[in-house]
């Protein structure tokens, strides 16, 4: 395991003593697990971006994409607890 130094100013290591002292833990790994979860976030958002990417250029490839409203309608049937049918892709170029 490595060693890092963060330079912190004097209020934002307050907060975060602050902070650690409330959850019942250490400063160190209250920052630990900050980091942990802002590279898991970032990750994850990188991961979301490729996947949009990706299903832009299927569409453009493809020609077909779904309607917006029988997409929302879908996903609020969903949420009811309902098993609606899902939406087709239809060709949206003329």
């Known amino acids: 395991m490595s060693t890092t ?11 975060a003593t ?3 002292e409330k959850k019942g833990v250490s400063p160190h ?5 900050a980091i942990e979860q802002a590279a898991t976030a970032a990750e994850r ?9 990706a299903a832009r250029e ?7 994409g779904y309607d917006a409203g029988e997409v929302h309608s879908y996903l609020k049937s969903r949420i009811s607890g309902k098993n609606p049918v899902k ?6 170029q003329s």
């Open 5 to 15: 130094s963060l330079k912190l100013s004097d209020e934002l290591k307050q907060r």
């Open 18 to 20: 602050a902070a650690a």
């Open 29 to 33: 790994a209250f920052m630990v697990h």
């Open 45 to 53: 958002r990188a991961s979301f971006v490729s996947e949009a990417q």
């Open 58 to 64: 299927e569409m453009l490839t493809t020609g077909k």
């Open 87 to 92: 939406p087709k892709a239809r060709s949206w």
